[in-house]
């Protein structure tokens, strides 16, 4: 009994996103969308993104598969997340006080990604786009973004 208590216990924390570190900020990386791209290319891109906000130490980063469970429980995409009350109550219910909203897409043979960085408390956003010769190109320039997404919310 006592080990379903604790199996049950793990799972709703990661269902809400607990915070892996007390007193850091929470970001919530929505699946990307992907446009003129495979669904896995924007699929590993914000895996690769949230990677990099954690190791920064600077944020904590909510359960990547809890998010787009919640998401795909609540019957949204990334981009009905733009009206600001959904996005508070997503923001509340996956325990995040910021939500990194993207789409990855290409151009020819060019890569390219779009980031929108959502506070909700209080309502804040920024956007950063990046754009490269290639998607390997692309993935090598995800620390910059990164770079560009921390310091936003640090101000």
Known sequence: ?????????????AAVGARAVPNL???A???FEAAF???????????RLAEELAASGTVS????????ALLARQGLTATALIDAERVAAF?????????????????????????TLIGVNPVTASI????AESMDALM?????LCAELLESIAE
Do not use: N, W, Y
């Open 91 to 115: 923001a509340a219910e996956s325990g995040a006080d910021f939500l990194a909203i993207g789409k990855l897409f290409a151009i020819g043979t060019a890569a390219g990604t779009l980031v």
């Open 29 to 31: 990386v929505v699946p």
């Open 61 to 68: 980063v909510a359960d990547r598969h809890a998010v787009g």
């Open 140 to 144: 090598a320039a995800v620390p910059g």
């Open 37 to 47: 791209v495979a669904q896995h290319d924007a699929d590993a891109f914000a895996d």
């Open 25 to 27: 900020p929470v970001v």
């Open 128 to 131: 950063t786009a990046r754009q």
């Open 1 to 13: 009994m006592r080990r379903r208590a604790v199996i049950l216990a793990a799972v709703l924390c």
